[in-house]
């Protein structure tokens, strides 16, 4: 079984959990995941069974969107809501007051990554570190908000809604605590969903019930994702029967056959073969797949 399935993971269960959980459903030991979720955090979670498990480093840097809702008044330990309250205030901030501060974080700003994160400090996880009482510094790392909305706000009970659209990198938390800090307040994040990463959106998500069902029906391969899935953003070129057998050979094939060709591109011949980009006026393979998906 080789392909990708689109996993809705569950609150509670850690990245690694989901990977566990179906390592021994789908009885396989080769599989991994893309795109760590914080455990009470739910959504997209690519998983790659199989062969496709060869092309999960070429998921990292992808943009992502997240529903994030957050309670202001409280700062907490984790940034979020399953930590230690170490600072409470009242809050009476307007809904309007919300949407104007939200307008700052919108573009490229910079983050401090949270203690509890999988950031490491000489080789170790700050989590860890975090867990022995330990606060290191930790240097500001640049990311991209491109949309940020906010989708509800109650004034009364101060907890409200926002839609993310970000780069890979993104800390959710760290931005409701920023947010929180801005207004004077204190912010926590209380409830994530991503809605997509890594191009892929939670419609096509399945949950773990879902994948086991249909794979004791023997019908889960008909709903794995194609490893060229991975590449769709990508420019395709299309190559002839001779072409073909050159690429998989490792020929750099001249690119005066192809036209307005920049940068990475999916390239395909009876089928997806792999992905190549420009190099001295030749097609160079990046990686030759077609072989992985045989």
Same mark, same amino acid.
Do not use: H
């Given at each position: 079984m080789n392909g990708i399935v689109c996993v809705n993971k569950p609150d509670g269960f850690t990245s690694f959990d989901v990977v566990a959980k179906l390592r021994g459903v789908l009885k396989t030991k080769k599989i991994g995941h893309a795109g760590t979720l914080d455990p009470m955090a739910t959504g997209v979670l690519p998983v790659?069974?199989?062969?496709a498990t060869k092309v999960i480093s070429y998921m990292d840097n992808k943009d992502k969107k997240y529903v994030a809702k957050f309670m202001l008044g409280k700062k907490t330990n984790t940034l979020? =809501?399953?930590? %230690?309250? =170490?600072?409470?205030?009242?809050?009476? /901030?307007?809904?309007?007051?919300?949407?104007?501060? &939200?307008?700052h974080y919108i573009g490229k700003i910079k983050q401090v990554p949270p203690m509890y994160s999988a950031v490491k400090?000489?080789? $170790?996880? *700050?989590?860890? &570190?975090?867990?022995?009482?330990?606060? $290191?510094?930790? !240097?500001?790392?640049? /990311?991209?908000?491109?949309?940020?909305?906010?989708?509800?706000?109650?004034?009364?009970?101060?907890?409200?809604?926002?839609?993310?659209?970000?780069?890979?990198? %993104?800390?959710?938390? %760290?931005l409701c605590d920023d947010i929180g800090t801005? &207004?004077?307040?204190?912010?926590?994040? %209380?409830?994530?969903?991503?809605?997509?990463?890594?191009?892929?959106?939670?419609?096509?998500? !399945?949950? #773990?019930?879902? #994948? !086991?069902? *249909?794979n004791d029906r023997g019908m889960l391969?008909?709903? *794995?994702?194609? =490893?060229?899935? $991975?590449?769709?953003? *990508?420019?395709? =070129?299309y190559l002839d029967k001779k072409q073909e057998i050159m690429f998989k050979n490792g020929v750099k094939l001249s690119l005066k056959n192809f036209s307005e060709i920049y940068g990475q591109v999916a390239v395909y011949g009876s089928k997806f073969l792999g992905i190549a980009h420009q190099f001295e006026g030749r097609l160079k393979i990046d990686k030759l797949l077609v072989e992985d998906i045989d």
């Open positions: 790659f069974v199989g062969k979020d =809501i399953t930590g %230690t309250v =170490i600072e409470e205030k009242k809050s009476y /901030v307007t809904k309007k007051e919300i949407i104007d501060v &939200l307008k400090k000489n080789g $170790v996880p *700050l989590y860890k &570190l975090a867990r022995q009482g330990q606060t $290191v510094e930790r !240097k500001s790392r640049e /990311v991209e908000i491109y949309e940020l909305n906010c989708k509800s706000f109650d004034e009364n009970l101060q907890v409200g809604e926002m839609e993310v659209f970000c780069s890979s990198g %993104t800390y959710i938390r %760290t801005e &207004l004077g307040v204190g912010g926590v994040l %209380t409830d994530l969903t991503r809605t997509m990463a890594c191009g892929y959106d939670i419609k096509q998500c !399945k949950t #773990i019930d879902e #994948i !086991k069902l *249909l391969e008909e709903f *794995l994702l194609p =490893i060229e899935s $991975v590449f769709c953003s *990508l420019p395709r =070129i």
